[in-house]
């Protein structure tokens, strides 16, 4: 059974620092294309960063420089560290995982995903 969970998430105020965890498990984890993925309601959902089986790494424009993607294949896990948060982070973070090749942060081709983990952003 393929299975993403999330964890870290949170209430913070603007300038602080979250770690974001997806623990993958039932899939190939190793040979994985991934991706963590923001949704507000109203708003469609959109890419944060992704990274593929080379650990070659994308950013949306607006979090470019405060948010890092990593992978952690001992644990299986997938991280996103958020720093310098903004009231505009705000969101329902997903994470993942497409056996696609190359990194991207397209929805559309991701078939797998995790239930989600709130993050909250006060001014």
């Known amino acids: 059974q393929v299975q993403l969970v999330e964890s870290g998430g949170g209430s913070v105020q603007a300038g602080g620092s979250l770690r974001l965890s997806c623990v993958v498990s039932?899939?190939?984890?190793?040979?994985?294309?991934m991706a963590w993925f923001r949704q507000t309601p109203g708003k469609e959902r959109e890419g944060v960063a992704g990274i593929d089986r080379t650990s070659t790494t994308k950013y949306a424009d607006p979090v470019r420089g405060r948010f890092t993607i990593s992978k952690d294949y001992s644990k299986r896990t997938l991280y996103l560290q958020m720093d310098s948060l903004k009231p505009e982070d705000t969101g329902m973070y997903y994470c993942?995982?497409?056996?696609?090749?190359?990194?991207?942060?397209?929805?559309?081709?991701?078939?797998?995903w995790g239930q989600g983990t709130q993050v909250t952003v006060s001014s």
């Open positions: 039932g899939y190939t984890f190793s040979s994985s294309s």
């Open positions: 993942a995982a497409t056996l696609a090749y190359g990194v991207t942060l397209d929805p559309t081709r991701f078939g797998v």
